[in-house]
């Protein structure tokens, strides 16, 4: 954890993750929103930006741009598995996977962002429609993470929904300091 408050403000500029300790019908109907939202929000951060944009850290010592839009489509990959395996098959372990490691993956590092964004497109429409679907009973399912413990339905909606608006503002600030 850092010890500078501004590098904090620019590593979580909307916050730390509050996970809800009684998630309510209309917290969920949120969460559900946001995810559907996130592929076109993050498609409009990156609009316009060039090469040297995309390859520019959106703070001191982490990713680029580049390196975030593609996290996002890893990252919500596995969260949507996550989520589906809570559903589907309650209590299963969680695979881990390092993101740093596949951050600096080749294609990754400098590979076009269009791939990422159109797979969350498809992605996130197929996550909203399957969260819409379940029954109240299923947002308490849960699935065994390695590092957090017992995670419900409601807790990864949650932290996927925080992590959709964590990152996109990670861009917007970036564009904001820079002037783009």
Same mark, same amino acid.
């Given at each position: 954890?850092?010890?500078?408050?501004?590098?904090?403000?620019?590593?979580? !500029?909307? #916050?730390?993750?509050?996970?809800?300790? =009684?998630?309510? !019908?209309?917290? $969920?109907? $949120?969460?559900?929103?946001?995810?559907?939202?996130?592929?076109?929000?993050? $498609?409009?951060?990156? =609009?316009?930006l060039d090469?040297?944009?995309?390859?520019?850290?959106?703070?001191? #010592?982490?990713?680029?741009?580049?390196?975030?839009?593609?996290?996002?489509?890893?990252?919500?990959?596995?969260g949507y598995?996550?989520?589906?395996?809570?559903?589907? =098959?309650?209590?299963?372990?969680?695979?881990?996977?390092?993101?740093?490691?596949?951050?600096?993956? !080749?294609?990754?590092?400098?590979? !076009?962002?269009?791939?990422?964004?159109?797979?969350?497109? #498809?992605?996130?429409?197929?996550?909203?429609?399957?969260? $819409?679907?379940?029954?109240?009973?299923?947002?308490?399912?849960?699935?065994?993470?390695?590092?957090?413990?017992?995670?419900?339905?409601?807790?990864?909606?949650?932290?996927?929904?925080?992590?959709?608006? /964590?990152?996109?503002?990670?861009? /917007?600030?970036?564009?904001?300091? =820079? #002037?783009?």
């Amino acid at each position: 954890m850092s010890t500078r408050p501004e590098l904090d403000a620019l590593r979580y !500029p909307i #916050g730390r993750l509050e996970r809800a300790a =009684e998630p309510t !019908p209309e917290d $969920r109907a $949120r969460w559900i929103a946001e995810l559907e939202r996130l592929p076109a929000e993050l $498609r409009s951060a990156v =609009e316009g930006l060039d090469a040297a944009r995309l390859d520019t850290p959106y703070r001191e #010592g982490g990713w680029t741009v580049r390196q975030v839009v593609h996290h996002v489509a890893d990252s919500h990959v596995n969260g949507y598995v996550r989520f589906t395996l809570a559903v589907a =098959e309650a209590g299963r372990t969680a695979a881990l996977y390092d993101q740093d490691a596949w951050a600096a993956l !080749p294609f990754v590092r400098t590979g !076009p962002v269009e791939p990422s964004l159109t797979l969350l497109d #498809g992605l996130h429409a197929r996550w909203a429609a399957t969260a $819409r679907s379940l029954g109240t009973a299923d947002f308490g399912r849960t699935i065994e993470h390695p590092e957090h413990g017992a995670m419900t339905v409601d807790d990864l909606l949650n932290l996927y929904a925080w992590h959709s608006r /964590h990152h996109v503002a990670h861009v /917007h600030g970036l564009r904001e300091r =820079e #002037g783009w």
